[in-house]
């Protein structure tokens, strides 16, 4: 009987000294790049927050996976508990409970995430502006992209091919505009009246003429999100960096309406070389409409994937007293990719997630 075919080269464990000292010269980017970045919000006054991990509610987005665990109590009773996703909850209730201007580097969770740009635990930098329009956070996202090419000294970040110049103004880009542009789908036709529940069909016709399969159980934000995905999110931040606009208020999961035309949000998306970096939102505060938003993302969480998460009744009581605001959260591992040149997320963790082995 012929003996099996022996295994390939394996790669050499995280620890394994040359792997590491190959990773090095990125990791001491990431720490400089940190640095920088806490003392640049410092110097724009901000107060350095630390919220829980642990979380009743790991936040009520459609889309997003949550680690569950149980907390214990001295008499043996069991509460479950979730891996924030986010610190937006517990930031929003110090926004309420009398702070101006936050920032946490938080490190955060989503489950069925892991890839060259995605790793389960990573580091998000979100902070907020009490009494401050969402335009702002765009001068602030423009303002960390110099500020991490100059830390990694770079003039140009690159990525997958692509290149982008982050000193230059970004290009702000409505989703009416981008889906024009990169889909040749006119996005207002295919909106659901206010008030009205959305209807795919005209939607789904639109994608396929652009290319996008669609599934006959499809809804209308699956839709959205499959054409985002594959027409229009690969072509931003080429040359300069994009800032993604006026979302449709249906897919603002925590931002408000614009006043001007509430059929869209307060919402932008900032991107690099293809590659999303942040997402930011005018404030919902109204408590009454954000538990209606709440509710409807968790039914179709439990139509898609079985399961919901419970929602945050003091965050619902919080949004009462909170100050209009503007919040924004910036993956902090992906710009430091871009600062360093790493392939893969992976390359700038000191220690990655679960497991010896690197993901290739």
Request: glycine share 6%; proline share 8%.
């Amino acid at each position: 009987m012929a003996s099996p075919p022996s295994p390939g080269p394996q790669p050499s464990p995280w620890w394994d000294r040359r792997a590491y000292e190959d990773r090095r010269p990125f990791l001491l980017a990431r720490a400089r790049l940190m640095a920088r970045m806490r003392q640049a919000f410092a110097d724009w006054g901000f107060l350095e927050v630390e919220t829980p991990i642990l979380q009743r509610s790991p936040g009520n987005e459609t889309h997003l996976h949550a680690f569950a665990t149980d907390l214990v109590t001295p008499d043996g009773a069991r509460e479950r508990l979730y891996l924030r996703t986010s610190p937006e909850f517990s930031a929003k209730k110090l926004l309420a409970a009398g702070e101006e201007r936050i920032v946490e580097f938080a490190r955060v969770f989503r489950n069925r995430e892991r890839g060259r740009a995605h790793s389960p635990e990573f580091t998000m930098v979100e902070w907020y502006r009490a009494e401050a329009p969402y335009t702002v956070l765009m001068a602030d996202c423009a303002r960390l992209l110099a500020l991490a090419a100059e830390v990694g000294g770079v003039s140009a970040f690159a990525y997958r091919g692509n290149a982008c110049d982050p000193f230059a103004e970004p290009e702000r880009l409505t989703l009416v505009e981008a889906f024009a542009r990169h889909a040749e789908i006119d996005l207002e036709a295919v909106l659901p009246p206010p008030g009205a529940a959305p209807d795919a069909t005209v939607f789904a016709a639109a994608a396929r003429r652009a290319g996008v399969r669609t599934a006959p159980d499809d809804g209308w934000s699956d839709i959205f999100s499959r054409v985002l995905v594959e027409k229009v999110e690969p072509r931003l931040g080429i040359g300069r960096a994009t800032i993604l606009c006026e979302y449709p208020v249906s897919e603002a999961a925590l931002a408000r309406a614009k006043p001007s035309d509430p059929r869209f949000a307060e919402r932008f998306e900032l991107y690099a070389c293809g590659l999303e970096l942040a997402n930011a939102f005018g404030e919902l505060t109204d408590p009454t409409e954000q538990h209606q938003r709440f509710s409807r993302d968790m039914d179709e969480k439990e139509r898609l994937y079985g399961e919901r998460y419970p929602i945050d009744g003091e965050l619902i009581a919080a949004l009462a007293l909170m100050p209009q605001a503007s919040g924004c959260a910036l993956g902090f591992d992906r710009l430091a990719m871009l600062a360093t040149g790493a392939r893969r997320i992976e390359d700038v963790l000191f220690v990655p997630v679960s497991g010896a082995q690197m993901l290739p």
